[in-house]
């Protein structure tokens, strides 16, 4: 059975920054595409950031893109999001999510059925 934890999330106010963890167990890790998606409240849940099994393919959505970093350590079992110039507009339940069916492909790692495992997801609260 595969468990995702997240954490990292809380409070930040606008530009400043968060890292998110987001702790795998019960599948190689190393083997799988990762990614980030966050839901605010009234909003469908939007794509946040992909990683490829190696690290060496990212992806990210048009609205963090040049402000978020995705990233992982496999040795580790964790898929870190570096979160940075944070915005009120960034307020959201964050979730990682972990693609074991069909590998890194673009654009379908962006669209969250792709993905089989979640995570209980993180608050992430930016105030003005």
């Known amino acids: 059975q595969v468990q995702l934890v997240e954490s990292g999330g809380g409070l930040v106010q606008a530009g400043g920054s968060l890292r998110l963890s987001c702790a795998a167990s019960?599948?190689?890790?190393?083997?799988?595409?990762m990614g980030w998606f966050r839901q605010a409240p009234g909003k469908e849940r939007e794509f946040v950031a992909g990683?490829?099994?190696?690290?060496?393919?990212?992806n990210y959505g048009d609205s963090v893109k040049g402000r978020f970093t995705i990233s992982r350590d496999n040795a580790k079992n964790t898929v870190y999001l570096q979160m940075n110039s944070l915005k009120p507009d960034d307020t959201a339940v964050y979730s990682c999510?972990?693609?074991?069916?069909?590998?890194?492909?673009?654009?379908?790692?962006?669209?969250?059925?792709?993905?089989?495992?979640w995570g209980q997801g993180t608050q992430v609260t930016v105030s003005s």
């Open positions: 999510a972990m693609n074991i069916r069909s590998g890194w492909s673009v654009p379908l790692i962006r669209n969250g059925y792709a993905y089989d495992y």
């Open positions: 019960g599948r190689t890790f190393s083997m799988y595409t």
């Open positions: 990683i490829n099994w190696s690290g060496d393919s990212t």
